[in-house]
């Protein structure tokens, strides 16, 4: 069993559409929750981090953790078309040297 | 913002031969990784390192590869003969603190042939 599953997609949305990205996870040793945004040739980049349960929001951007379910999502309001991307969830715990990354979903906005 | 940057940005070489990838991580930064990403797969780790050792590593970073901290400012990643297989885009990371997330450089593409 992989340790970060995501929907590889594509997922395609007409721009102003409300985004909804997933990602389980096995461990329940995960603590650290990622999301990072990666562009074509590009290195990942980060967009939310966030700790245990809960949701954290910056700007059209809401990151949402269920750790009793093992569920992580991305909310993307407002959507345009320069968030077309691979969105990448990644996990890990604070006693582990590693990120784990799911295998990405990619995201395209239609104009 | 301070960013991790990686040299070159692509490598051509042949099937047999050494390559050193080079990254500066950010300069505060302490903890250093490798991940690399076949074309379409997704991204895994290779390597990790702090305090001048490594701290982890996969079962893809086997005896062809080392890494190395030769000042205070570079980290790089050996292939010391290339295969067809390594061919992909090579990731530097770095983050500050052990709960602080990874920052990560553009990468360099390194094509075997």
């Known amino acids: 069993q992989k340790e970060v599953e995501q929907d590889p997609g594509p997922l395609s949305v007409p721009e102003g559409a409300i985004v909804s990205l997933n990602c389980t996870y096995s461990?329940?040793?995960?603590?650290?929750f990622m999301w990072y945004r990666q562009y074509s040739r590009k290195g990942p980049e980060l967009l939310m981090y966030t700790y245990s349960s809960g949701n954290k929001e910056d700007g059209r951007f809401t990151a949402q953790v269920d750790k009793s379910s093992k569920y992580i999502s991305l909310f993307i309001r407002d959507s345009q078309p320069s968030d077309s991307a691979t969105y990448l969830c990644?996990?890990?715990?604070?006693?582990?040297?590693?990120?784990?990354f799911g295998s990405g979903t990619r995201l395209s906005i239609r104009p | 913002e301070p960013e991790v940057t990686q040299t070159p940005s692509h490598q051509v070489t042949q099937m047999g031969q050494e390559v050193i990838l080079r990254c500066v991580p950010i300069?505060?930064?302490?903890?250093f990784y490798w991940y690399r990403q076949i074309l379409g797969q997704k991204v895994e780790f290779l390597v990790s390192?702090?305090?001048?050792?490594?701290?982890?590593k996969s079962e893809i970073f086997d005896d062809q590869f080392s890494v190395e901290r030769p000042d205070g400012s570079n980290f790089t990643l050996k292939i010391r003969s290339t295969k067809l297989e390594d061919s992909a885009m090579y990731f530097c990371a770095s983050r500050d603190r052990g709960d602080s997330p990874l920052h990560f450089g553009n990468g360099t593409r390194l094509t075997v042939t």
């Open positions: 990644a996990a890990w715990y604070s006693s582990a040297s590693k990120i784990i």
């Open positions: 461990n329940s040793a995960f603590q650290y």
């Open positions: 390192f702090y305090n001048n050792e490594i701290s982890e």
């Open positions: 300069s505060n930064h302490l903890y």
